[in-house]
Nanobody, 125 residues
Framework: VQLQASGGGLVQAGGSLRLSCAASGRTFSNYVMGWFRQAPGKEREFVAAISRGGGSTYFADAVKGRFTISRDSAKNTVFLQMNSLKPEDTAVYYC???????????????????WGQGTLVTVSS
């Protein structure tokens, strides 16, 4: 699976951004899709994930209520809508796909099989 993330940029605190991740190469519906982020000097951390059919979503506590994740199977694309952005949301955001993800492994980076190149989100105060 090839993953191409886009949509990052510079936004003021309180603003919104929508990240997109286009997938190609394999059957999109076979994969749990996720977003992770990595801030300078920090480890990569889980942000959100969506089940294969799109019926279940999962969020890190830090973004719950502000971010939503969705997927469009017709376009093989997963989206991360980020609202009420805070300076601490500043990071490189990575989309990822995992074929064998279960609930207990949802937040574990090494459980995922494929990673996109990352897109930078900068939130100014």
């Amino acid at each position: 699976v090839q993953l191409q993330a886009s949509g990052g940029g510079l936004v003021q605190a309180g603003g919104s951004l929508r990240l997109s991740c286009a997938a190609s190469g394999r059957t999109f519906s076979n994969y749990v899709m996720g977003w992770f982020r990595q801030a300078p000097g920090k480890e990569r951390e889980f942000v959100a994930a969506i089940s294969r059919g799109g019926g279940s979503t999962y969020f890190a506590d830090a973004v719950k209520g502000r971010f939503t994740i969705s997927r469009d199977s017709a376009k093989n694309t997963v989206f991360l809508q980020m609202n009420s952005l805070k300076p601490e949301d500043t990071a490189v955001y990575y989309c990822t796909a995992g074929q064998s993800i279960i609930t207990s492994s949802m937040k574990v980076p090494r459980a995922y099989d494929y990673w996109g190149q990352g897109t930078l989100v900068t939130v100014s105060s």
